[in-house]
Every structure is written in structure tokens, then in C-alpha cells.
């Protein structure tokens, strides 16, 4: 059974940085598409960022030159540096592998606020 936590969320101010951390076991984390997700309140989830087992990564615009995502198939884990964080990132941050199904963990909140 495939299980996944993240953790690293919080509370940080405008401009400030966060790393959120995602670790995937029991499954054969290698071969997934890995991705963060987000939700903001009263809006859709919507994708973040996307790294493929190759490392071939996607972001969405809003967050290109400010966000990095990374994986360690050795530790089975996937990161998202987050930089010059905004108030609209504010959000619950959810970490997804891919690979035939879609597995999801239970999400990290997020908040941007002085």
C-alpha cells in the first residue's frame, strides 16, 4: 500500500522561504510522476509542479523563478523549495505520485501572511 507525508509547512512572511518535504514507501517510487498540488480556500486544486523519474520538471507560471521541485529516488522523497512567497500562495500544499493510479497524502498548510 502506497502511503505519502508531507510535512514542512508553516507560517512564514511575504518574501520569505519554505521547503516542504514529501516521502512516498511502499510503492515503486522511481517509476512515478511526482507532483505538488494546491489548494486555496473557496478555489480549485490546482498544479503546481511536476517531476518526471527522469527529473524533467513543469511548474505553473505563477510560480516559475520562484519555486524548485526535486526528488531523491535513493530516500524515496520529493522537495518543493518555495522563495519570495507571496500571500497568494497561501494554501494546503498536497504531494501526488503517479504511476497507473494517482496517490495523494494528506496535505501541509501553507500561509503567507506579516
Known amino acids: 500500500q502506497v502511503q505519502i507525508v508531507e510535512s514542512g509547512g508553516g507560517l512564514v512572511q511575504p518574501g520569505g522561504s519554505l521547503r516542504l518535504s514529501c516521502e512516498v514507501s511502499?510503492?515503486?517510487?522511481?517509476?512515478?510522476?511526482m507532483s505538488w498540488y494546491r489548494q486555496a480556500p473557496g478555489k480549485q486544486r490546482e498544479l503546481v509542479a511536476s517531476i518526471t523519474k527522469s527529473g524533467t520538471t513543469n511548474y505553473v507560471d505563477s510560480v516559475k523563478g520562484r519555486f524548485t521541485i526535486s526528488r531523491d529516488n535513493a530516500k524515496n522523497m520529493v522537495y518543493l523549495q518555495m522563495n519570495s512567497l507571496k500571500p497568494e500562495d497561501t494554501a494546503v500544499y498536497y504531494c501526488?505520485?503517479?504511476?497507473?493510479?494517482?496517490?495523494w497524502g494528506q496535505g501541509t498548510q501553507v500561509t503567507v501572511s506579516s
Open positions: 511502499g510503492g515503486l517510487f522511481s517509476l512515478y510522476i
Open positions: 501526488n505520485g503517479k504511476f497507473v493510479n494517482d496517490y
